[in-house]
């Protein structure tokens, strides 16, 4: 596996991370393209009845626009603080984002719509982009622990709030 991941950096080379950053929206864009036409169906048979279509284009919109401005926070100010801040309140609840569609699929017995997305691009960008942040000297070991801790805590009550609609 590590062969593999090493070959994003002699393909994408080590980018400078207010570069890197922006790969992160661009997935999130994909992730919700694969989302979008049957997200709403599987959330209101496996989560809420009461989920809508209208409730994942507003969460949906609101989180690109946020992924959006938090890449351009970081590109701008690529410095220690924001660094944790963006692992901390946005970009690390993508790897808890590939788990909720991986459990919920594994759990409900049906295909999560995001699924493939979030294996094939969430796992592969945060290790890429938190790499090029250690090299960088944006994170630290203890700051991205932290930052993790903090991101699973926001994404839980995301999907409680959002999804599952408690």
């Given at each position: ?5 090493n ?67 970081v ?24 788990a909720?569609?991986?459990g ?27 790499r ?35």
């Amino acid at each position: 596996m590590e062969q593999g991941m090493n070959r994003i950096f002699v393909t994408l080379g080590i980018l400078p991370l207010h570069h890197a950053v922006w790969l992160f929206p661009a997935a999130t864009a994909l992730h919700f393209l694969e989302e979008a036409p049957g997200f709403t169906k599987w959330a209101q048979q496996f989560a809420s009845p009461r989920y809508t279509s209208s409730r994942w284009a507003r969460i949906h919109a609101i989180g690109l626009a946020y992924t959006s401005a938090f890449a351009g926070v970081v590109a701008l100010f690529p410095n220690r603080p924001v660094v944790f801040l963006f692992f901390a309140f946005c970009f690390s609840e993508m790897a808890f984002n590939a788990a909720f569609h991986l459990g919920a699929t594994l759990w409900f017995g049906t295909y999560c719509p995001g699924l493939a997305t979030a294996l094939a691009l969430y796992p592969t960008l945060f290790w890429y982009v938190s790499r090029v942040a250690f090299q960088d000297g944006l994170l630290t070991w203890t700051g991205s622990l932290a930052a993790f801790a903090i991101a699973g805590a926001i994404h839980a009550l995301d999907v409680a709030t959002n999804v599952f609609l408690l």
